[in-house]
Every structure is written in structure tokens, then in C-alpha cells.
């Protein structure tokens, strides 16, 4: 199985919800990331997991909030969200760093957020 | 400076014609890899190919190969035989390093809209 799941597909919310993305994989991936990415630009780097700890908060605003419960989820909680954070999240997992340069990132399919 | 430049905004192939997207890279590191991926109207992110710093040959993974040119410090990714389902959006991204916190991160170029005609 070397498939990322990301639920919802689409989302719709408003500045005062609270809503949650959710990501999941059973690759054995001990390594997860969360990415965000406006249209037409590359992904930016949000968060990354290490072994459930966190290891990378890329100076990310206090309104997003990951979780990482156990190996295989990982969870990026949204509260008080503005309009310029619309965007597609995209989710993605490796194997933890080793003795290579070689980290592949398996990506899921991203959630595309619309924030009214 | 930017780590991963891609020159090209937009290209057009012609349908069963190969087309190179360009990609050149800016890192002191001596190791690190160099990925391609495409992504489609969809949003998935999908690997392609990987070319690590001390790979002698050029990466091949069926109608896509890399070719890595080192000392120009350039990847470029060869799409032979274009198909239809090859439109898509095309990002090359540079992994640094071994150990630390900053070899996790992927960076990303700006991308190459990739349009096959029939």
C-alpha cells in the first residue's frame, strides 16, 4: 500500500469555524508533512512530524495547529481562519532520514480549502 | 538566490514527441537528491524520478530520464513518446544534506505547465 489519504476532498468554512484536515498512511512512514499550496505556485512546507514529535513548525500561524496521534495520522486543526489561507493542503510522508540523500515524499491528493 | 530554478512557465509538445523541461540547481552540499513531479488538474503530487548527487548514470523510470548534468549543476527531465495525460504541471525540488532538520524539506521550483496536443 503506498497510498496517502487526505480527508475531505474539498472544504468550505467560515472565519469563525473550527474544522480539522485529516492525513493518513500505512506505509510505516515514521516521518509526515503538511504543505500548503496557492494556485499556480510550488508547495510551502508547514509542518513536519518526526516519530509523532514535531520537528519543523516553518513559522506557521497559531491558527493552524497539527497533531500527529499515533503513526500512521496525522491531523492539521484550523480555527479563525482568514480568506488568504484558501488554498490546496497537501499531505505527504517518507521514511525517516538514513544514510541517504534518497527521501522520497509520497504525496496524497490534498484537501482544497476555500475560507469565506 | 533561488535553490531550483525552472525557466520554462509553459511548454507545448506536440502528441508522441519528446519534450526536455529544464531545471538547474544551486546548492554547496556535497550530497543531495534531486526529484521531478508531476502534478495534474487534480492537485496530487506524483514522483516521477530521482537522481541522487552520486549517481553516476542519468536516472531512467520508463518514457521519463533525467539528464543530470553536475558540473552545470542542471537535472533536466526528458518526457519521451508524449501522451495526452501528460498535461500537467511539472516541479523539479532538491533535497540537501543527510542529517538535520533541514534535510527533511523538498525544495520546490516554480513549476512547468506541460500542454501535449493532439
Known amino acids: 500500500d503506498t497510498e496517502v489519504t487526505q480527508t475531505p476532498k474539498h472544504l468550505v468554512m467560515g472565519m469563525t469555524n473550527k474544522k480539522s484536515l485529516k492525513c493518513e498512511q500505512h506505509?510505516?512512514?515514521?516521518?509526515m508533512y503538511w504543505y500548503k499550496q496557492k494556485a499556480k505556485k510550488p508547495p510551502e512546507l508547514m509542518f513536519v512530524?518526526?516519530?509523532?514529535?514535531?520537528?519543523i513548525n516553518e513559522s506557521v500561524p497559531s491558527r493552524f495547529s497539527p497533531e500527529c496521534p499515533n503513526s500512521s495520522l496525522l491531523n492539521l486543526h484550523l480555527h479563525a481562519l482568514q480568506p488568504e489561507d484558501s488554498a490546496l493542503y497537501l499531505c505527504?510522508?517518507?521514511?525517516?532520514?538514513?544514510?541517504?540523500?534518497?527521501?522520497?515524499?509520497?504525496f496524497g491528493p490534498g484537501t482544497r480549502l476555500t475560507v469565506l | 538566490a533561488q535553490k531550483i530554478t525552472q525557466t520554462q512557465p509553459g511548454m507545448f509538445v506536440q502528441e508522441k514527441e519528446a519534450v526536455t523541461l529544464d531545471c538547474t540547481y544551486d546548492t554547496s552540499d556535497p550530497s543531495y537528491g534531486l526529484f521531478w513531479y508531476k502534478q495534474p488538474s487534480s492537485g496530487e503530487m506524483i514522483f516521477l524520478i530521482y537522481?541522487?548527487?552520486?549517481?553516476?548514470q542519468n536516472a531512467t523510470e520508463g518514457r521519463y530520464s533525467l539528464n543530470f548534468q553536475k558540473a552545470r549543476k542542471s537535472a533536466n527531465l526528458v518526457i519521451s513518446a508524449s501522451q495526452l495525460g501528460d498535461s500537467a504541471m511539472y516541479f523539479c525540488?532538491?533535497?540537501?544534506?543527510?542529517?538535520?532538520?533541514?534535510?527533511?524539506?523538498?525544495?520546490f521550483g516554480k513549476g512547468t505547465k506541460l500542454s501535449v496536443i493532439p
Open positions: 506505509m510505516g512512514h515514521r516521518a
Open positions: 537522481q541522487g548527487s552520486y549517481d553516476q
Open positions: 512530524y518526526s516519530y509523532e514529535k514535531l520537528s
Open positions: 505527504a510522508s517518507s521514511q525517516e532520514r538514513g544514510t541517504s540523500e534518497y527521501l522520497e515524499q509520497f
Open positions: 525540488a532538491m533535497r540537501e544534506g543527510r542529517s538535520g532538520a533541514g534535510s527533511y524539506q523538498l525544495t
